[in-house]
């Protein structure tokens, strides 16, 4: 299994979905985990916790999700606002600070 460091951190758990920016961690030989390994960990391992946490048993996520690669700075400070305006986007909060869900270590 794929090991996950949320190294940029910024994420908002929606009602429906998660925006998240992540890097994925070294192998020993200096290669990257695929996205695909990452993703099948990260949801395997939340799902399991969030169907303990509501008491229920079965499938969690949606079996699809969307990844891009960041290919420069710029590109990631739009990509890291747009994850945490996303609540305010979707008319929840009227301030991303107001929305309790999201994380991020980075003040845009």
């Given at each position: 299994m794929a090991r996950v460091l949320l190294l940029a951190g910024p994420l908002s758990f929606m009602p429906s979905h998660v925006r998240a920016v992540f890097a994925?961690?070294?192998?020993?030989?200096?290669?990257?985990?695929?996205?695909?390994?990452?993703?099948?960990s990260l949801k395997g391992r939340t799902a399991r916790q969030a169907n303990l946490v509501i008491g229920r048993r079965g499938t969690f996520w949606q079996h699809e999700n969307y990844d891009h690669v960041v290919r420069d700075e710029g590109e990631l400070g739009r990509i890291i606002t747009y994850v945490l305006e996303n609540p305010v986007k979707a008319r929840l909060v009227q301030a991303r600070d107001e929305w309790r869900w999201s994380y991020s270590k980075y003040e845009l």
């Open positions: 994925p961690m070294c192998r020993s030989d200096g290669s990257h985990h695929s996205v695909s390994s990452i993703m099948r």
